[in-house]
């Protein structure tokens, strides 16, 4: 399965303006009516990773509001790391049933 988003853009965010600036994001994607979300929202770290379906639209509110891409090999890498942590998980819980 593909990631209907699959450009990611990470914000950093002041913990002060943490919830100011989720709003003003909020805001402009829909003014611009962009196929986008807010994926995670990693307040311990203050960061916002936003999903595109378009990579103009990516780079567009990179431009606006900054931020980092995300390559898609990270992407890529990052839920293969989380799929094995999975699977190990699975195995732990039925080696150690409660």
Known sequence: MTDA?????????D??????????????????????????VLGTTGQ???RFADERAAYAFQ????????SLGEIAAALG???AAEDLFDELARDYPD
Request: charged fraction near 25%; include cysteine.
């Open 81 to 83: 790391v989380d799929a």
């Open 63 to 70: 431009r606006c509001h900054g931020g980092q891409a995300v």
């Open 48 to 50: 916002l990773r936003v």
């Open 5 to 13: 988003r699959p450009f990611h853009v990470l914000v950093d965010v």
């Open 15 to 40: 913990a002060a303006r943490f919830h100011s600036r989720l709003r003003e994001i909020e805001a402009w994607l829909a003014e611009w009516q962009l196929d986008a979300e807010i994926g995670s």
